[in-house]
């Protein structure tokens, strides 16, 4: 299945290939603030439609991930890092930011992301 994403304004659009079933509601001091719900991809199921100049870039912390967001209407779509326990690249996609998305489908696990 493949959903289409996007910010707000449409400056970072992307396409997804996959099933989204389940998201984490993660409580660290970024996610909590933008309230975001991630589900996790490898990276290669991500497509930017849009270039990536369009979208500007915030590490935090350990800077592992690079949260990317629209600098136009500030909504972070997606970020991407790296499986700590494979390496493989991944993405982090906000998946309310996939407008075919039942969000109450989907099973929210939560994180306690502020204790990493």
Do not use: W
């Not at 909504?75 to 890092?81: D, H, K, N, V």
């Not at 939560?110 to 990493?116: K, T, Y």
């Amino acid at each position: 299945m493949t959903h289409q994403g996007s910010c707000h304004c449409g400056a970072v659009a992307f396409d997804l290939e996959g099933e989204v079933t389940e998201a984490i509601d993660c409580n660290c001091s970024m996610c909590r603030r933008r309230g975001g719900l991630l589900a996790f991809f490898p990276r290669e199921a991500l497509t930017l439609t849009t270039p990536e100049s369009n979208f500007a870039t915030y590490r935090f912390n350990k800077e592992h991930l690079a949260h990317h967001f629209c600098p136009t209407c500030g909504i972070a779509p997606f970020s991407e890092g790296a499986d700590p326990r494979t390496g493989a690249k991944m993405v982090a996609v906000n998946v309310r930011c996939l407008p075919n998305v039942d969000l109450s489908a989907l099973k929210v696990a939560q994180v306690d992301g502020a204790s990493f």
